[in-house]
Structure formats: structure tokens, C-alpha cells
């Protein structure tokens, strides 16, 4: 420490410290400063405000020097970052580059970072399906990695608040698997996808096809308009950055919201590199961060501190919080720290075409991509030869035939052509996987990154429930998408690694247990209670929908207790 | 065209890539990052180009500056083996037009030019690996070029920045002509 005179530390002295600032540490400095106190935001990469910073956003096809291709040297540089569907001309700025942040991948795992404020919010999918008491029961009545100690009813309420607050739009379907939210009006299936929605319907009594629910302001309400953000424009650009707010990020809804209560101090640039524990005081005093740009250390401190820095980062952060108390990392008395790490298995597509409602088409974009399928494998009780289940994403579009056949003239002729081709149908699978302890990151015992700040080592791997589901998956579709009388299916299974599905979980698992978690039912780790882990590190099981509004919720919820504990002077 | 106004008309297209006058006098080098072409090579792909998107009552390859786009595309977005490929097959193109017209690409007419480029397209060609590489890198990148220029994203098939809606049905006999995404 450079200066520990009491001025000093008296500026850098908070009510609550919250480490990252996208999805979730978003939601945590939103609820801190709602409530007056006095939050450091601290975000490792740069600042990225709000319209400002989105410099493609505007920009025609046209306008792209490669028309969205990235440089090969670019690939070739990156083969991790590059295998990532949104890494492309108009969205590169957002993605990390291999080389700037090793890791060790002991098996292939493609670690997909954002670094800047409002982190990977920004290029997410926007894709926000509730999770459901199957989710929250699923590892005690399937016997597998510990049981939530919470079940749907804790989490349901605050699944309300963050949504009439980030903007969800959805139908209420009334499916015990895929509980209704407080939503704005759903994009509409279209022709196929109704259709699809219907046959599925009526074929099997528990399948579903509904409009995928989207954080997409299809029509905003006053609390969206408060936070400066306005109707989507079904541009379906989202990537880039939106300009009008139309989906839910940090950058466009909880930082800017709490910098406007003036209780927030946003501090891009700032890689934490330990959260400090106080042995005498039995709790954490606040964190050490490293000033990417000068590498100076620099001590924060705070009441209470929320690690926020997405589930690998969080991992990271608490593995090397060491002290004489937590010599194997912050609130690893279990020793499971860093261990059950889980992810979803997307390895598996299917595409047909449909011969069918030509008197239909689509005008615009869909915000949502199409139709969402909820798990119907193993619902209300195990019935395959394997664990869990997964949902399918379901799109039918239509497009137009254009014929790249010859040169001069007849070539123009037929790129101008405007027939319109035969309805296309896709899926992809969506599965749940199973916490393990040998699906693990840990520290490297000698390698350092550019911080020095230790490298992780990553060992998360696929296994054979993971195949058995993926089989049962593309056996079921094609077996759907045959009798929907769908012609030229055609069949991927791919061996893409785990991470590139961007949903990797656990880690800080929550449990009943200390001695079998890190975390309890209010997201506080166990062994020192003003420390909340509320990101993907959190969570138990990973459910087979889409995390992030799960992660919201759980902060809310965190923040929202953690603020009355501090009122009772507990933390 | 003279080889002089050849030469600075190119030199006005090519942007990024440095002309030199270098090896033979006639046929200067064209130094791009990841290879060189001579001026002759250049002046065979824009003509390529424009009888693949040529010019009639509306604008073609040339005056859509698609040799510019291709070079970049092939200079920047290629693996060196690609790279490799398509320089090679460009070296054998020569002999196409040699062996079916007894002439060279430059001095057929604009018909013979198209049934040059057509005959790659025969299914059943006996032309070489490298030779079909460079024809379809050539072919492709000017179709890609052209349809997402600006003059055919604004006036042939219209590109939408802010559509504004999302109709999830949409009859087809109320459909406007020129609308991409629609």
C-alpha cells in the first residue's frame, strides 16, 4: 500500500463493494444504491457507456471493410474467442482475445469473456425463461450434487421484481415447467411455428412450443422509459449495442440507473485480485484490486461485498482470497470451491424444410428467434436412461431463392429475383448437465496472468449422460419433425467444447450443508456472511433454461437481505 | 484502354495495396500484404468481375469498385493455403481462353469472355483443384461484393437498418418487391 493515511482510506472506504458489472453486479449496485448506500462498482475491462460506446451500431452491411468477416489473422490469433457465434466485425470490440487472458485448459473448454462495463449483457442471447420448481428439486430427488436449499417459491417473487424492472416479453402459457413471469407482449409464433406448436400439441400431451421469452421492450412500460430506454425496433442487431434500450443490458439499465442515484463510484480498469480477510474481525474488510493500466495495487473497503465477476472470474477471485483462516481460498472450508462446475450441452441441431402455408411469410425481424420448447424429458419423474432433460430452441423462416447460377446478365437477374423460397425449420438442443467434482478450475500453481494474478486451470468435460441425452434429443425432434411432415432433415451433432455455450455454472455451489458448499440459501458464503457470491458461480444444478434471469433474481434477492442484515448490524 | 490509364485507374481502385513499378517494365507488381499479382493479374480479375456483374442499365463490378473487395477479402480474410490456391490457379487461368478461343482473356469479346467463366461452371469440367479454387474465390467474392453493396442493398433488395416491426404473419400477396428481411 502506497498511502495508509486515514484520508486515504477514508475515500476508499464504501457501504458495499460489488466486483463486476454486468448481469448480475448490475442488479447488486442497482439495489445497493436504490437504498442509499455508498457502492463501488469495480469492473476489470473499460468503460462502455451507453450508445456512445456501441461504434458499429449504426452501420450498414456496407459499411463493414469485410462485411463482417473478422482477418484471418485475427482468427488464427484467437481460435477461442473465434469459435464464438457473436464474434464477428460489428462485435469484436466486445469479446477478450485469447492471448491477452490465458488459461490452462487441462480439456478443451472455450472461455468466452467480455471485458468492460456491463460485461457479456451486452452481446448476451437475451433469452430469459424462469426456472421452475423441477429445476430447484431436481438434485435431491434425482441424487446428484447437493440439494438447493431454496425451491421455486424463495426465488418467484423476486423473479417478478427483476422482471418488470429489465423488461420481459412473454405469454403466459401456464406450464408448471416454464412458470409465467410478469411479461410484456410476446412476439407472436409465426405460421410454421404455430403450426409446429399445434401438431406437437396435439401428438404429445406434454409438449410445448411457445414464443421464447426475450428481455425485449415489445412495449415499454414507465420503468423502462425511466431508465432512458424505449420500444425495441426489431432491428435484431442486439450485438452491437442498442441505441434505443430495446433489450435489456447493464450498460442500458442498472449502471446507468445507479450512477444516476449518485451513490455509485464506477471503477473500470480494476481487476480484483482478492477479496482481504480481517482474522481478528472473523470477516472480509474489503478487496484488493490491480489498476490494469498503471499495476498498482490499490485496497477498497467496504461492509459487505458482492463478487459479481462472472462464474469462472468469481472462481478465481475466491480461490486466491487466501488468509491463515482460508488458506485454500475465501470460505473454502469444504474444499469444494472451484469444483462442480457445470455448463449447458448445445452440441446438437436439427434443420428441415416445410412444404407448406406458402400463402404465408414473415415481415421484420423477431427479437425472440422464434419458438422455445421446455424440457418434457424426466419432468415429473425419470423415465429415460438418463438424467435430466434439455429444451429446443424452434424457428421456421422464409427466405428468398436467389440463384448464384452463371455470369453477366442472367446472374443479375437471378440475384434480383424475388421468389420466395420453401419455409426452413431448425432446433437446437438445450441440455442440463450434471455437477460433478471432476468438472473443476483451479488456480496454476506458477503461472501468472500479466496482473499477476494466477492463471486457471480448467477441467470440465462432457460425459456419457451427456451423449445418452444428446441421442434422445435428436431422435425425439426428428421424430417430431417427421410426423409435422417436415422433409430433408438433416441431423448435427457437433464435439464443440464446453464454455462455448456461454452458460457455464457453479463452482460456490449454495447448500444446506458447510461442509458440501460454499454458499447458503441467501447466496452468503457460509464461513463469512458479508461475502454474497450471486453470478453463475452460485448455482447448484444448472436447470436446462437460460441462467441469466435466474442470476438477477438470486442477486436481487441477495442484495435485498443483505441490506436488512446490515440494518440488524449481522454484517 | 492504354496500359498507362489501366495503370491509374487501378491505382485508384486498389486502395490499400501498393503499386510498384518493379520486375518488367510493362507488367509492374502489385504488393499486397500476403502476396504480390502483377498488373496484368489485376487487370484479369477486374475483368472477371465485371463480366460476372457486368455493367448494363445498371452498375457492374468495375463501377462498384468490386476489385477492391475482392483483393481485400483474399488479401485479409484467407488462410495462406487459400491464398496459395488462388494465386496458383490464377497462373493456370491463362491457358483457358488459350485452349478454347485460341486467345487471351483480355482480347475476347465480351460473349466468349462470359463462355470462358460459363465453362466453369459445367459439371463436368476437367479443370484443376487450384484453377476452380481461383474461379469460385473470384466468383463468389463478386457476387458478396455486389449484393451487399449499397447500391443493391438500397435499390434492388432494400436493407432494412430499423425495421420497426415483426409481423409473424405476413400474407405473401401483400408483399412489396425490394424488401430484404421482410
Known sequence: MANLNIDSVKERTFDAIVIGSGMSGGWAAKEFTDKGLKTLILERGRDVKHIKDYPTTNLYPWEFEHRGEMPMDVQEANPIINRCYAFGEDAAHFFVKDKEHPYIQEKPFDWIRGYQVGGKSLMWARQTQRWSEFDFEGPARDGFAVDWPIRYKDIAPWYSYVEKFAGISGNKDGLAELPDGEFLPAYPLNAVEDYFSKHVKQTYKNRHVISARCAHLSKPNQIHLDQGRSQCQERTLCQRGCPFGGYFSANASTIPWALKSGHATLRPFSVVHSVIYDEAKGKATGVRVIDTNTKESIEYYAKVIFVNAAAINTNLILLNSKSHRFPNGLGNDSGVLGKYVAFHNYSAHIGAEYDGFKEWKTDGRNPAGGGYMPRFRNVYKQETNFLRGYASGFGAYRGYKHSWDGVGENLKDGLANKELGPWRVGSHMMGETIPKETNFVALDPDKKDAWGIPQLRISVDYDDNDEKMKKDYLEQLKEMFTTAGFTNIQTSSNHQAPGLDIHEMGGARMGLDPKTSVLNKWNQVHACKNVFVTDGASMTSTSCQNPSLTYMALTARAADYAISEMKKGNI | ?182
Open chain 2, 1 to 182: 484502354m492504354d496500359r498507362r490509364t489501366a495503370l491509374r485507374n487501378l491505382a485508384l481502385v486498389i486502395g490499400a495495396a501498393a503499386l510498384l513499378p518493379a520486375c518488367t517494365k510493362s507488367n509492374p507488381i502489385v504488393h499486397y500484404k500476403h502476396f504480390d499479382i502483377n498488373l496484368d493479374q489485376q487487370t484479369l480479375i477486374t475483368d472477371m468481375a465485371e463480366t460476372i456483374i457486368p455493367k448494363t442499365t445498371t452498375p457492374g463490378a468495375t463501377d462498384l469498385g468490386l476489385y477492391a473487395f475482392i483483393m481485400k477479402m483474399v488479401d485479409d480474410c484467407s488462410t495462406k493455403k487459400d491464398q496459395q490456391a488462388f494465386i496458383k490457379g490464377m497462373g493456370e487461368f491463362n491457358d483457358v481462353p488459350k485452349k478454347l478461343l485460341n486467345k487471351s482473356f483480355a482480347d475476347c469479346s465480351k460473349k466468349e469472355k462470359e463462355d470462358v467463366l460459363k465453362s466453369f461452371e459445367k459439371k463436368d469440367n476437367k479443370y484443376s483443384k487450384d484453377l476452380l479454387a481461383f474461379y469460385n474465390t473470384v466468383k463468389g467474392l463478386t457476387v458478396w461484393g455486389y449484393t451487399e453493396s449499397k447500391y443493391f442493398l438500397t435499390k434492388i433488395n432494400v436493407y432494412e437498418l430499423v425495421p420497426g416491426r415483426y409481423n409473424a404473419w405476413f400474407p405473401v400477396k401483400n408483399l412489396k418487391a425490394g424488401t430484404k428481411n421482410g
